[in-house]
């Protein structure tokens, strides 16, 4: 197997191969490359001899050249056998590191149950900590076809009950989504930005639910222009949609992104009013029922409601940690536990590889 860089003529249909393919992720998109590019990664355009296509990010060391290589959720799976998306990982990895790249990473979304994990250790690769919060997922299957009812009715009791009462309760659910077969038919149950709107004031009021919750739950959160400059370019590609909750008052009290990619819709980030949870408490649940009458509406094969594991816990949660509670709450939707191969690295040139990580860390060095 060989890779070379895409041609302009191939980075046209990108996405097509990498969003949209079966296994496919925004990761790996167009416009995920332009936006890491501008935060100082070096994106690389693999295509190999049969068309397909790989996204590699590069970050220089500093002071002592080479660079370490991220594959962000690469190599998709395509629908093929393990076994050539392995040899597909094992192929770009010679090639990256003929021309310099001393270390690289790859958490492909590949289920542990295939054996592809054994597959790429074979070839040199190494179990690593996650780039992304968890290794692990919860999805709800779909089955096209199938009317939305039948989803409605496997939402436990709970949820179903606080799902009616929000839409008693006269919330409404804004859907902004630059997919512009959507714009034209909305759906019941969703409503249209106002004509003018602003996406990026939409993805700041998120960031602003996003910084609440972060203060209450004590985790790190990135840069606000990062997350409003990514949101709303995979907005603009058609690969984030993005779900408001508002109350009959005009006034926001939730919301959510999820990614489009292949043939599924992931959770990504969501954020609500703690101070309203007892006048609305069914804002989280009446977001993600949306996002699954989107999903069933669009003929998706899943519904991605992301993972529960984290650092020093890669599992499923037991009685009394911290993450029961979201377990429960996904669990809640008729989602089941998917076991994922996790983040994986090969090293080159171990020598460079350290030196490059130590003067990265050295405050102002190369500038």
Sequence with gaps: MRFVEATIEQLSDWDLHTVDAPG?????????????????????FLVADDGYRLLSLERPWRLVGGSGAYLSKGPISAGEPVARTAERLGAAADWLFSRGVDVLASDSEIPAETGYGRLIEALGFRPIEEVQPSRHRLALALHPGEPESTYFAGLAT??????RQGEKAGLRVVRWDGRSEMDRVVGEGFETPAPGAS?????????????????RRHFGLGS???????STAGLAAGHVVLLEVWTPDDE??????????????????SGDRADLRRAYPGVPRLLLWR?????????????????????GARRVPI???EMIGLY??????????IELTGNHERVARAWRYGLGRVTGRIPGAGR
């Design 328 to 337: 429960n709450f996904k669990r809640s939707f008729g989602a089941t536990w």
């Design 291 to 311: 996002a699954i009458q989107l999903a069933v509406r669009e003929a998706m094969v899943e519904v991605d409601l992301a993972g529960v594991d984290v650092r």
């Design 199 to 215: 996406p990026a004031q939409a993805f700041e009021r998120l960031f602003d639910l996003l910084e609440a919750t972060a203060a």
């Design 252 to 269: 926001l009290i939730g919301a959510a992104t999820f990614y489009r990619h292949g043939g599924r819709l992931t959770y990504s980030h």
């Design 224 to 230: 606000r222009a990062a997350f409003v400059d990514w």
């Design 319 to 321: 009685d009394g940690e």
């Design 158 to 163: 709970t949820t179903r009950q606080l799902v």
């Design 24 to 44: 496919g992720n925004v990761y790996q998109s167009r416009a995920w490359a332009e936006q890491r590019s501008r935060l100082g990664w070096r994106p690389r």
